[in-house]
C-alpha cells in the first residue's frame, strides 16, 4: 500500500481542488486541498532527495486539476485547451521545486515563506506575459462566496492565495503535531482555527454594514441569447440588430442612461476612424436619438487600415486582392447623442484563440490561431486602458472585455483613470453549457469587491446580470435565453486600498522569492570554494 502512498495524495489533491473551485458549494476543501503537496514532499525528502520523482507526482496533482476544472477550455479549441492545461501544469512545478530546494537547505519555515512566495510570484507573473492564462489564481476559488471575501477591497485576489496556502501550511502542521504526539488536537488546531475564522468574521462585518455609495444611474442589460457557432456569423448584422434593438426597447424608457450589449454584437464594414459612416452605427445613433439621455455601449468588430506594411503593427494583415494592410480589433464602444463616438479595443487577449503569443516572434505561426468571432489570426490591441465619459465627465465607464474581467489590477487601472462603473460585455457561449461561464460570472464579483464599483455585465448567451459593490449578483439570466434587465446602479468615485496600489502583494512575493534564491546560489558558491579549500 505505501508504495501507492505518493499516487493517492496526487489524485487527493486533484480532487479536493477541483471540488473546491467555484461553482462547486464545497469551498472548504481549498484551506486544506493544498497539503498533499506538503506531504508529497515530505514524503520524499530522502537524503537521495528524490527531487525528480517529487516533482513528477507534483504534476500529476496539477496536471488533473487543471483538466478536471478547465476542460472545457477545448470546447473552443481543442489544441488549444491541452496546450493550457499542459503549459499552466508546467509553470505550476516551478514553485513546489523553488519549496523542496529552500526547505532542503534552510529548513522547514524557510521552505513554507518560499512555498507562499514562489506561488504567489507564479500567479503574479502569469498575470502579466502573453502567455498568461491566469484562471486557476488560488484567490479565484471561493469567488462565489462574496461574503466571505470582502477584505479583498484591501488585498486583491492575491490576498485570497496567501489566505489559502497559509491555511494549508498551518493544517498540515497541525496533522503531523497531532500524529506524533507533539501537541493534543485543540492545541495543534487552534492557529488554523483562528486564521480561517478571523478574515470571515472581518469579511462579515463589513458585508453587512456596507451600503452602496455614488450616483444612480439606470442601466438595461441585453443577452440577446444567439448561437456563436451556428448563427452569429452566418446571419445578416441587420437581423442580428433587429433583436437586439426589439430587446432593448423592452426596457428602455426617458430615464435609462446606459444600454449595454454583449462582446462583438455585431460585426462588418466597421472601420476605426470611420465609425460614423457605417451604416450600422448610424442605425445605432438614430435609435440612441429617441433617447434623450441615453449612452449605448457595446462590442463590435473592428478594422483599422494602414497606408503600408512599415507604418503597421506586428500584428498586421495584408489584403492582396485590395491591396492593403489591416488590423482587427475586438472593440468596444459608446454611443450617444452628444460626443463622438468613444471606443477601446481589447489588450488581454485569449492566447491562441485571439492572439499569436508574441506575434513579433511567432509570426509564422499566426494560421495556427483558432477562429473565433468569424475571424482568424492575432487580433490587435490598445496598449492603454480608455474610459468612456458622459458629456460633462461626472461617470466614467469601464469598458472590460470578456477576458479581462479576470485580472484585477488591469481593472483597477480603469478605476483610477475615472471609472466609476463597470460594463463587462462578453461572449461565453464558445465554451457551451460548462463550468466556464459561471466560473467567469463569479470572478466579476471579485472585481467589484476590489474596486467597489457595480457591474453591468452583457453576456451574448448568458450570464448577464448585475453586480453590486459586495460583489452580490443581481437579476442573473439563465443560460440559453434571451432577455432585456433594467436596474439602477450606483457609480462611485471612492478608490479602495487595492484601487490605488494594485497587486502589491505579488510584487512583495516576487522581492521574496529573488532573495532566496540569491541565498540559494549564495550557498552553492561558498560551499563550492569551500570544498576547493
Request: proline share 5%.
Amino acid at each position: 500500500m505505501k508504495r501507492f502512498t505518493p499516487l493517492l495524495l496526487s489524485v487527493s489533491f486533484s480532487l479536493m481542488m477541483w471540488l473546491g473551485w467555484t461553482p462547486k458549494p464545497f469551498f472548504f476543501l481549498l484551506f486544506i486541498g493544498f497539503t498533499p503537496i506538503i506531504f508529497l514532499e515530505e514524503y520524499f525528502s530522502t537524503p537521495n532527495q528524490r527531487t525528480r520523482i517529487y516533482l513528477l507526482y507534483s504534476y500529476l496533482a496539477f496536471l488533473i486539476w487543471n483538466i478536471a476544472t478547465t476542460w472545457w477550455t477545448g470546447n473552443a479549441s481543442f489544441l488549444g485547451g491541452v496546450a493550457a492545461v499542459v503549459f499552466n501544469s508546467t509553470l505550476m512545478i516551478f514553485p513546489v521545486w523553488f519549496f523542496h530546494s529552500v526547505k532542503f537547505r534552510f529548513g522547514k519555515m524557510s521552505g513554507y515563506l518560499a512555498l507562499i512566495a514562489a506561488w504567489l510570484s507564479f500567479e503574479f507573473l502569469h498575470m502579466r506575459w502573453e502567455l498568461t492564462w491566469p484562471w486557476l489564481t488560488l484567490g479565484n476559488g471561493m469567488a462565489s462566496y462574496p461574503a466571505m471575501l470582502q477584505w479583498y477591497e484591501f488585498t486583491g485576489h492575491l490576498g485570497g492565495s496567501v489566505w489559502i496556502l497559509l491555511l494549508n501550511i498551518l493544517f498540515y502542521e497541525a496533522f503531523i503535531q497531532v500524529r506524533t504526539r507533539e501537541k493534543k488536537l485543540r492545541q495543534a488546531i487552534t492557529p488554523f482555527l483562528i486564521t480561517l475564522i478571523i478574515p470571515v468574521l472581518i469579511s462579515l462585518l463589513i458585508f453587512l454594514t456596507y451600503k452602496e455609495k455614488g450616483k444612480p444611474v439606470e442601466v438595461v442589460v441585453v443577452q440577446p441569447n444567439i448561437d456563436p457557432w451556428n448563427e452569429k456569423f452566418q446571419t445578416p448584422t441587420k437581423t442580428q440588430l433587429d433583436k437586439f434593438l426589439r430587446l432593448s426597447e423592452e426596457q428602455l424608457d426617458s430615464n435609462t442612461e446606459y444600454l449595454v450589449w454583449p462582446e462583438t454584437a455585431f460585426n462588418g464594414d466597421v472601420w476605426v476612424d470611420e465609425f460614423e459612416i457605417s451604416p450600422h452605427v448610424r442605425r445605432l445613433e438614430e435609435f440612441v436619438a429617441r433617447f434623450p439621455k441615453l449612452k449605448l455601449v457595446t462590442g463590435v468588430d473592428s478594422y483599422k487600415e494602414y497606408p503600408d506594411e512599415e507604418h503597421a503593427t506586428v500584428t498586421v494583415r495584408y489584403e492582396p486582392q485590395q491591396n492593403i494592410w489591416y488590423d482587427v480589433f475586438n472593440t468596444a464602444l459608446q454611443i450617444d447623442n452628444e460626443q463622438a463616438i468613444q471606443y477601446y479595443h481589447k489588450s488581454k487577449l485569449v492566447p491562441g484563440a485571439e492572439r499569436m503569443p508574441y506575434p513579433g516572434v511567432f509570426k509564422l505561426l499566426e494560421p495556427l490561431a483558432i477562429n473565433l468571432g468569424g475571424i482568424s489570426g492575432s487580433l490587435g490591441i490598445q496598449d492603454e486602458r480608455e474610459v468612456f465619459l458622459n458629456i460633462d465627465s461626472t461617470i466614467g465607464i469601464a469598458p472590460v472585455i470578456c477576458y479581462e474581467s479576470v485580472y484585477g489590477e488591469y481593472v483597477s487601472r480603469y478605476i483610477r483613470k475615472g471609472a466609476s462603473l463597470i460594463f463587462i460585455v462578453t461572449n461565453d457561449g464558445w465554451w457551451k453549457n460548462t463550468a466556464g461561464h459561471k466560473q467567469h460570472l463569479h470572478y466579476a464579483s471579485l472585481r467589484a469587491i476590489e474596486t467597489r464599483r457595480d457591474i453591468a455585465r452583457s453576456a451574448n448567451t448568458g450570464i448577464s446580470c448585475f453586480i453590486d459593490q459586495r460583489g452580490i449578483i443581481h437579476q442573473r439570466q439563465n443560460w440559453w435565453t434571451e432577455a432585456s434587465i433594467k436596474s439602477v446602479l450606483y457609480a462611485n468615485d471612492r478608490k479602495t486600498f487595492y484601487t490605488r496600489f494594485g497587486d502589491y502583494i505579488g510584487r512583495i512575493a516576487c522581492a521574496i522569492s529573488a532573495i532566496l534564491f540569491l541565498l540559494i546560489l549564495y550557498r552553492k558558491i561558498f560551499r563550492r570554494k569551500h570544498d576547493l579549500v
